[in-house]
């Protein structure tokens, strides 16, 4: 019954931790793209260029590695609950 709990638990916690770092991380993409156009447009630029710009740069990071790397929010806390059980059961 505890196992149970832990895999329920664990999954919820697991999943808020996800959407946290995963909004995170694409803010802060947005932000250095943000930053990237200011420092090319001290101006300001065009708004509907600065948008443009902006959505290629998050099209680009939705593509890339990183998004996917934030997925091993589930895979480590798993690999390890399970190693610690099988050597605190088996050895």
């Known amino acids: 019954?505890?196992?149970i709990r832990l895999?329920?638990?664990?999954?919820?916690a697991m999943t808020i931790a996800y959407f946290v770092i995963s909004?995170?991380?694409r803010s802060v993409r947005r932000e250095?793209?943000?930053n990237r156009w200011a420092e090319?447009?001290?101006d300001g630029g065009?708004?509907?260029?600065?948008?443009?710009?902006i959505e290629r740069g998050m099209a680009a990071y939705h593509?890339?590695?990183?998004?996917?790397?934030?997925?091993?929010?589930?895979?480590?806390p798993v690999v390890l609950i399970a190693t610690i059980?099988?050597?605190?059961t088996y050895y």
């Not at 065009?46 to 710009?53: C, K, L, P």
């Not at 593509?63 to 480590?76: D, E």
């Open 1 to 3: 019954m505890g196992l």
């Open 63 to 76: 593509s890339s590695l990183r998004p996917k790397l934030i997925l091993l929010v589930y895979v480590v």
């Open 7 to 12: 895999i329920i638990f664990g999954f919820i």
């Open 40 to 42: 090319k447009h001290p």
């Open 32 to 34: 250095k793209l943000e």
């Open 23 to 25: 909004i995170y991380s």
């Open 46 to 53: 065009d708004a509907r260029q600065r948008e443009i710009f």
């Open 85 to 88: 059980h099988i050597i605190t």
